[in-house]
Nanobody, 125 residues
Framework: VQLQASGGGLVQAGDSLRLSCAAS????????VGWFRQAPGKEREFVAA????????YDANSVKGRFTISRDNTKNTAYLQMNSLKIEDTAVYYC???????????????????WGQGTLVTVSS
């Protein structure tokens, strides 16, 4: 099972980016997906999560109203739409997936067993 995160880059404050997380080699079964980020010198933090059906999402307070998580199960891909980016959003963003058979979204990194390699988002003033 591999997760491939992409879509990061250098943008200015106020701009938008959409991150993608493509899953390959996945065993059959429903699973939740989450996005986490780690800024330089800081610990990894939760950003957003979505359940298998897409009916339930969780967002960190710091991104609420600006970021939207979604998924397309036909493409085995999850997305993180990031609008109104701020300098403090600068971080490496990681997507993660729970084990097949665990469709419920979680804000806890320990609930996720598969992790992508990360994609860097840099927001400048």
């Amino acid at each position: 099972v591999q997760l491939q995160a992409s879509g990061g880059g250098l943008v200015q404050a106020g701009d938008s980016l959409r991150l993608s997380c493509a899953a390959s080699g996945r065993a059959s079964g429903a699973y939740a997906v989450g996005w986490f980020r780690q800024a330089p010198g800081k610990e990894r933090e939760f950003v957003a999560a979505i359940n298998w059906s897409g009916s339930t999402t969780y967002d960190a307070n710091s991104v609420k109203g600006r970021f939207t998580i979604s998924r397309d199960n036909t493409k085995n891909t999850a997305y993180l739409q990031m609008n109104s980016l701020k300098i403090e959003d600068t971080a490496v963003y990681y997507c993660a997936a729970r084990r097949a058979g665990y469709p419920t979204a979680s804000m806890l990194a320990t609930q996720y067993v598969y992790w992508g390699q990360g994609t860097l988002v840099t927001v400048s003033s």
